[in-house]
């Protein structure tokens, strides 16, 4: 059983469209994290969230927590080729448990 | 910034053979992880650790071992390689309540 469901699993836009990946859950976490990874690269923490409803923005990226802390999103404004790449969610049950991660979205910006 | 690095970024090895990775951090981190990572499988948890010369069996420790005899450092070992470990090998390590953060991984092939 996957306890943290990512979809779409693949994507492919145009350059300037906007996009938005979801990361779903039946459990509770303490907190989420979204990293991505580029090919031959380890993953790269973007943001994490720990507070239910919270928004978190960088640059066009911005980052939801579902008010239950359940699920989050990330929504990328006007896609560019740089953002290509793995998008991973990775959820923490309880205080120092290890991660559950999803098992990504894979994106690709077409200029 | 965080530095966890994995000392080989490309391995090759035969069958039978015993492996050892090895995975260096920099920030004092309490926490350290193993992981492999195959398409559409994402992210499984190998082993992990809390503490020097303290390990945990993850989601899939079979066929591998782990050594933490110092706390900057945490060695993956597959004791007799076979084919179905050929993978990207990552390594995390975080502090108290902190975002994991990962090596740029290991490729590993067994031919």
């Known amino acids: 059983t996957q306890l943290l469901e990512q979809s779409p699993q693949f994507l492919s836009i145009q350059e300037g469209e906007n996009l938005t990946v979801y990361c779903n859950s039946s459990?509770?976490?303490?907190?989420l994290q979204w990293y991505r990874q580029e090919p031959g690269e380890g993953p790269v923490l973007l943001v994490t969230v720990v507070t239910g409803g919270e928004v978190k923005k960088l640059k066009r990226l911005t980052f939801q927590f579902g008010d239950a802390r359940k699920d989050s999103s990330l929504h990328i404004t006007a896609a560019q080729p740089g953002d290509t790449g793995l998008y991973l969610c990775?959820?923490?049950?309880?205080?120092?448990?290890?991660?559950?991660f999803g098992k990504g979205t894979r994106l690709s910006v077409i200029a | 910034d965080v530095k966890v690095t994995q000392s080989s970024r490309y391995l090759v090895k035969r069958t039978g053979e015993k492996v050892f990775l090895e995975c260096v951090q920099d920030?004092?981190?309490?926490?350290m992880f193993w992981y492999r990572q195959d398409p559409g499988l994402g992210l499984r948890l190998i082993y992990f650790s809390y503490d020097v010369k303290m390990k945990e069996k993850g989601d899939i420790p079979e066929g591998y071992s782990v050594s933490r005899e110092k706390k900057e450092r945490f060695s993956l070992i597959l004791e007799s390689a076979s084919t179905n470990q050929t993978s990207m090998y990552l390594c995390?390590?975080?502090?108290?309540?902190?975002?994991?953060?990962f090596g740029d991984g290991t490729r590993l092939s067994i031919l």
């Open positions: 920030m004092d981190h309490e926490n």
């Open positions: 459990s509770v976490f303490s907190s």
């Open positions: 990775a959820g923490e049950r309880s205080g120092n448990t290890p991660l559950v």
């Open positions: 995390a390590s975080n502090g108290q309540n902190q975002p994991q953060h």
